[in-house]
């Protein structure tokens, strides 16, 4: 099937023909084509050279097209891709020509083959399209050669085949062959290059490689844009395919006027209910619902449901999917009665387009058991959600992902409902699903812990059941079994338990045989095939997969048990003045039997059994109010804010009542054990992102008096303080800083990580200068040495430094935790498309977390990133923050300081010297501290600090370090040197310790 058969709009400019060739030149190629005269004459030329084909005069058609190819040239310039196109038609008739009357026949066969996939491609039979077009491309080299454009096309096309069936390897290979092709023989400014492009780039997002697609997917936009012009339904292909990939990547604001675009020249030029401009309004109402602007995206989500009715009638089998948005749209808007009743329609549609087994139908009944679920129908939800668990334990086993969620779902219900033994059962076969699963993401731990993250975590659930049932020992393991799995495979990858190459090897075949079985359930599902035979198909290929699942699952079991620790291990490596805790919360469902809800906290001691507390309420018999539930966003909100410190007080105060105070019986002095004096706080989804020593310091904490830590799980806290290795326990000695990295844009007083253009940031050279005074030796990267080149070219090095200290402006990536990055040095980047058509990541300047995770090996005490939200990312259940944290730990460091929210140069300099001091025991009379005490003593000095104070301790930094600025005060009036500039947490409450505390 050729690309060139695809729909290339006519366009119409003021350029006349006959008009002078300098000017031809001049014009974009768009606006340069045939009217008047010229126009009628090429047309009645073309016409005449399709009869001359069809009658087999090729000696007359050659002549009519080097007519046409000079007209062309004259009118439009020798380097517009329609005369490019003429002069190899010229080309092509010629060697027809030399080849007789064979060879015609054989470029008929060739236009048949095309035919015939076309209408293939009509009834969704993909296996006979890709035969078609596989024996197209063979005649097509054998008349033509390789070298000719029609196999650029057919490349394309079969890319675009075998994507549609799965198959993204092959799809790949084709993709490059068309972008080859077809830059050699068309050029650069050609639509079907475009299109080359556009198909490479859409391969790429399939694969989830979606860095290399956006610079080819942009390219290819800027190429149609040149050639076809704005009104074109190939630019519009490609405004909305760069507006789906920024969706992807998490910039919703970026995805939005590309949609937009999009959907207004589909709307001119096919029509108001064609389906492709049917499609644009669904991609923008998904759009505005990823913005969290739901009145816009319900609006356009009826308008696209509204013009399909029109088309095609109120119950078409193909209005599911908008049902279906529609549905999840209200769910989110809390509309759950419209939820309910959109999302039963889409189920009934769904079955009626698809049959009953369908995975379709399947994520239907998911969806409309959620529903129910939230809307507190639980007796409703959970048949709908029996019927999906069942569905997908036929159509994909019990190690899929599929059948995770659904049983979760169920589970779920069953806890809601109050039977907990159900549930722990049901959570317990999620949980095993859950280690197996894993194992099929094709990736280190680290990505594999990101590619599961928006998964609901089995083994936390599970705890919660058994907790209510006072099973304390089973419900701490499976805490445990949930807590930082993808950080603790990649350290396991690497130093104690490393899979030996037989069990590898047997690993790798059962995740291939499964994945084999799900390749061909696609080709069942793409089949048309009656729904009877579907089943019989599927109840087969079901029977041949249960045997691998077996070995899979207990192989899965095998690896959970060495690498997750048993909790006498983490008690020995805990002191007896620390604590480990844990905060578990599931959201109260309406309708459930106990209104309670699920808000708990695990502490575990030196030695004793973990203490799991349920935590109450303010309302009757220890309810959950809406108060209490909102006091995490409302304590979260006020403390980046620098407003009054009673407003801030006065939530903290709440937060202290709510979460630590139940706490006091186990951190207090009993049974041996001393009063705890070093809190390691686990990830909890709920009260992730405050730092907990800031509620302490606000609240009355009636004698405790704490240091805090961060630890992704309590075996990774074990590992740590077991692991020596060169320079551990050894005063550091070697930092490496980097900061002031030369971009363009206009100067900031903040790190705002969240612009398209970045600021410079001279206080970071301040900052670089301050710290490196402390340290024997130094190395420090400050403007353009400060890039993501020099770093690469220094990654055998980095093993070397005690300490690095990278100062910068940061990008959390919600969306995908490991492309969140440091940027670094812009301002000598290589061609990102010929990167992305080299096979790589385009280097923009960005270091990613992804880059720290694949390419350091690092043996440092200490990392700190003193960039903004370097600790936050894409939050995971059992995970906590995907991106930094994550990627640096697992690459060798023992300890990071990164941030949680924006940050002030002045305080952070101020913050960070004070650290450094404590730490390397710097200051008159003060012996080295642990690094959580340097840093609670440091967050306590610069609260307490002076305006006097500040400017005093910033005029001593040394001489290059000087010349940052205090924020003005915030009260009116003259200043006051004695009042406290940095009182409020927003200030020193931003960084927090990850790792090993000492």
Request: aromatic share 6%.
């Amino acid at each position: 099937m050729h690309r060139s058969a695809l729909p290339l709009i006519t366009l119409c400019t003021w350029l006349m023909a006959g008009t002078a060739f300098s000017l031809a030149e001049e014009l974009p190629p768009y606006r340069r084509v045939l009217m008047g005269d010229a126009a009628a004459t090429a047309a009645e030329w073309e016409k005449q050279l399709a009869g001359q084909i069809g009658m087999g005069q090729l000696r007359e058609a050659q002549q009519t097209a080097e007519k046409l190819l000079q007209l062309r040239t004259q009118a439009q310039g020798a380097d517009h891709w329609q005369v490019v196109d003429a002069r190899w038609q010229v080309k092509r008739l010629a060697r027809l020509e030399e080849g007789g009357a064979q060879q015609l026949s054989q470029d008929r066969e060739l236009q048949r083959l095309d035919r015939e996939a076309k209408q293939a491609m009509q009834t969704g039979n993909l296996g006979q399209v890709e035969k078609l077009l596989n024996e197209a491309l063979d005649l097509q080299i054998k008349l033509h050669g390789a070298d000719d454009p029609g196999a650029g096309s057919l490349h394309i096309s079969l890319a675009t085949c075998n994507r549609q069936m799965g198959r993204l390897g092959p799809a790949q290979a084709h993709a490059l062959k068309a972008v080859e092709t077809n830059r050699k023989l068309l050029g650069e400014e050609h639509p079907h290059t475009a299109s080359a492009y556009l198909g490479l780039g859409v391969v790429y997002y399939g694969q989830g490689k979606i860095a290399q697609a956006e610079p080819l997917l942009r390219q290819a936009l800027a190429i149609y844009l040149a050639t076809l012009g704005e009104k074109n339904l190939n630019t519009a292909t490609a405004y909305n395919t760069l507006g789906a990939v920024c969706l992807q990547r998490g910039r919703a604001a970026d995805a939005e006027p590309l949609l937009q675009k999009a959907l207004v020249i589909r709307r001119e030029l096919a029509g108001e209910n064609h389906p492709v401009t049917i499609n644009s309004l669904n991609n923008l109402g998904v759009c505005y619902l990823h913005l969290k602007r739901y009145r816009e995206a319900e609006a356009i989500l009826v308008q696209a449901m509204d013009q399909r009715k029109a088309a095609l009638g109120e119950d078409h089998p193909q209005l599911f999917q908008l049902y279906g948005n529609l549905g999840n749209l209200y769910r989110l808007e809390g509309k759950y009665p419209e939820a309910v009743r959109m999302l039963t329609k889409a189920r009934d549609l769904a079955i009626k387009a698809h049959g009953g087994e369908h995975p379709e139908v399947a994520i239907a009944c998911g969806n409309l058991a959620t529903a129910l679920y939230y809307e507190g129908r639980l007796a409703d939800a959970e048949p709908e959600a029996i019927r999906q668990l069942e569905l997908v334990e036929r159509l994909y086993g019990k190690l899929h992902r599929q059948y995770m969620l659904a049983q979760g779902l169920v589970a779920q219900i069953r806890l809601a409902l109050g039977e907990v033994a159900q549930a722990e059962r049901g959570f317990q076969q999620a949980a095993q699903a859950f280690d197996a699963v894993r194992l099929r993401q094709d990736s280190g731990g680290i990505e594999r812990a990101e590619a599961v993250a928006g998964w609901e975590m089995p083994y936390i659930s599970l705890a919660v059941c058994q907790a209510r049932q006072g099973k304390v020992l089973e419900a701490w393991s499976n805490l445990e079994h949930g807590l930082g799995r993808g950080l603790l495979d990649d350290l396991s990858a690497r130093s104690l338990r490393k899979l030996d190459p037989q069990d590898q090897h047997r690993e790798t075949a059962l995740v291939g045989q499964l994945q084999q079985f799900d390749r061909q359930l696609s080709g069942i599902l793409a089949s048309p095939i009656t729904p009877e035979a579907r089943r019989a198909t599927v109840e087969r290929v079901s029977k041949q997969r249960a045997d691998v699942e077996k070995q899979l699952a207990e192989h899965a079991a095998d690896l959970a048990q060495h690498e997750v620790y048993p909790l006498e291990r983490i008690q020995a490596a805990l002191a007896p003045d620390s604590a480990l805790v844990a905060w578990i919360d599931s959201m109260l469902t309406p309708g459930a039997a106990d209104p309670r809800g699920d808000h708990w906290a695990c502490v575990v001691r030196h030695k004793g059994p973990p203490t799991w507390i349920r935590l109450k309420g303010t309302g009757s018999n220890g309810a959950w109010t809406a108060e209490d539930q909102e006091l995490i966003a409302g304590t979260w909100t006020e403390l980046r804010r620098p407003t009054t410190l009673a407003a801030w007080q006065l939530l903290a105060r709440a937060f202290y009542r709510q979460r630590i105070e139940p706490l006091k019986p186990t951190l207090i002095a009993h049974g041996g054990l001393p009063a705890v004096k070093h809190l390691i706080v686990l990830p909890s989804t709920a009260v992730q992102p405050i730092p907990v020593e800031s509620i302490l310091e606000a609240a009355d904490s009636e004698g405790l008096s704490l240091t805090v830590s961060h630890v992704p799980s309590g075996t990774i806290f074990a590992r740590l303080q077991e692991q020596e290795g060169p320079g551990r326990g050894s005063a550091p000695r070697r930092l490496l800083a980097l900061g002031d990295p030369t971009f363009t844009g206009l100067p900031a007083e903040t790190r705002a990580g969240n612009v398209a253009h970045f600021s410079p940031l001279p206080g970071t050279r301040m900052e670089v200068e301050a710290i490196a005074s402390q340290f024997p030796e130094s190395t420090k990267l400050l403007g353009s040495e400060a890039s993501k080149e020099r770093l690469e070219g220094m990654q055998e090095q980095l093993k070397a430094f005690d300490v690095l200290h990278l100062a910068t402006h940061g990008v959390v990536d919600q969306n995908s935790a490991m492309r969140s990055a440091l940027i670094l040095a812009q301002d000598h980047l290589p061609d990102p498309v010929a990167t992305a058509l080299a096979g790589k990541e385009p280097d923009d300047g960005k270091l990613t977390a992804l880059n720290i995770n694949r390419e350091w090996r690092l043996n440092a005490q200490l990392v700190t990133l003193s960039a903004c939200q370097t600790g936050v990312g894409k939050l995971s259940v059992g995970e906590g923050y995907l991106g930094f944290t994550h990627a640096l730990i697992g690459s060798g460091a023992k300890s990071l300081l990164v941030s949680n929210w924006q940050v002030s140069d002045a305080a952070t300099t101020l913050l960070m010297m004070r650290f450094y001091e404590n730490w390397l025991g710097r200051r008159p009379g003060v012996s080295p501290m642990t690094k959580a005490e340097a840093l609670l003593e440091a967050k306590q000095w610069l609260a307490r600090l002076s305006r006097a104070e500040a400017e005093a301790r910033l005029g001593q930094l040394p001489e290059n370090a000087r010349g940052l600025k205090l924020e003005p005060s915030p009260n009116a009036g003259p200043v006051k040197m004695d009042d406290r500039p940095f009182a409020h947490p927003y200030y020193w409450a931003s960084f927090v310790l990850v790792g090993d505390p000492r």
